[in-house]
């Protein structure tokens, strides 16, 4: 009985009904955050939206690798690092844009999404808890949202700042700091995905 599998399947079911919940979350804050970053004329609330994006796409890569070789997980840990480094760019982009064409961040928005934002980062994170020390597309996950939590406290921050001293530079700030950070997660991710690379030529 204990080659039967059955161990390894359940192992399967649970992890792909996890990332299925995640990769709907994230799709749908990205959705809510990308609206209210707009309106809200905020580069933090963007760059928050586009790092729930990309946390979307790690799920759904995530999903595919489920029952793959171990080549094609490394494989794809490095796609949504790839993804993750190319949207933390793209965020310090539109930070030096908005910068110089000028914009309003508006508080309430940036601190009434970020907290929804943040409820729904720290469900998926501890759902994705278990999963953290397996496998490195797994990995690539759980820190996507790890990353995710702590960009929704710096936009509630911001938010609070832009409020209190009536200035657009701490949304600039918290974007600039998002899209650092993403990169920082991206090369993290690169880096997991480059070891078990080469764990599998070996």
């Known amino acids: 009985m204990s080659d039967c599998g059955c161990h390894h ?37 963007l760059a928050d939206a586009l790092d729930m994006l990309s946390d979307a796409t790690a799920y759904a890569i995530g999903l595919v690798a489920i029952g793959r070789t171990a080549r094609f997980k490394a494989n794809a840990a490095w796609l949504s690092g790839s993804v993750l480094l190319v949207l933390g760019i793209g965020v310090l982009v539109e930070v030096g844009r908005r910068i110089m064409d000028g914009a309003e961040p508006q508080s309430g928005w940036m601190i009434g999404t970020a907290l929804l934002s943040l409820a729904v980062n720290v469900t998926v994170l501890r759902m994705l808890a278990p999963l953290k020390s397996g496998e490195v597309h797994l990995r690539a996950t759980w820190l996507f949202t790890r990353a995710d939590v702590v960009a929704n406290l710096g936009v509630i921050l911001a938010g609070i700042l832009v409020l209190w001293l009536g200035s657009p530079y701490p949304d600039f700030v918290i974007g600039a700091l998002i899209g650092l950070y993403v990169i920082k997660e991206a090369f993290e991710i690169l880096g997991d995905a480059r070891r078990a690379q080469r764990e599998t030529q070996a």
Not at 22 to 45: K, R
């Open 9 to 45: 399947e359940a192992k399967n079911a649970h992890e792909r009904r996890v990332l299925r919940i995640a990769l709907v979350l994230n799709a749908l804050m990205a959705v809510i955050g990308g609206i209210a970053g707009w309106i809200a004329q905020s580069t933090g609330l």
